[in-house]
């Protein structure tokens, strides 16, 4: 990933969860990684666990961002949520899928949509 992208996807992700934690969600991690991949934040909503992809794009040239939630990228975060939910030790846990799209629109604008539920992972 070039420079450029790397940054845009970082401001991305800070401006979601800045909106996030103004939406009342507490972050509990960014860019959670393991072996089989990464989850940009895991947050709560109340007593949610909430796995976010973070999407972000200057244009709509290749769709919106959201669109680039692809269902293989779904069913990774299904696998993801299940690792992670072991290693941390949680029972009995409501888990959501949301995305945050974001689309630049200037240098100092943007529209953000935050998608509830946007999914739910499929099989492998």
Not at 49 to 54: D, S, T
Not at 103 to 111: F, S
Request: aromatic letters at 6%; charged letters at 30%.
């Amino acid at each position: 990933m070039d420079d450029a992208r790397k940054r845009l996807g970082e401001r991305g992700e800070d401006a979601a969860v800045a909106y996030l934690e103004r939406a009342g969600f507490t972050v509990v991690e960014r860019n959670w990684r393991s072996t089989r991949g990464e989850v940009d934040v895991i947050a709560l909503d109340g007593d949610t666990l909430v796995l976010c992809e973070v999407k972000t794009r200057t244009s709509k040239a290749k769709g919106s961002p959201d669109e680039a939630v692809t269902p293989a990228k779904q069913r990774r975060y299904g696998r993801l949520a299940a690792e992670y939910i072991q290693q941390a030790g949680l029972i009995d846990v409501p888990v959501r899928f949301d995305v945050v799209s974001i689309l630049v629109i200037a240098a100092d604008r943007a529209l953000l949509r935050h998608h509830r539920a946007a999914f739910v992972p499929g099989d492998s």
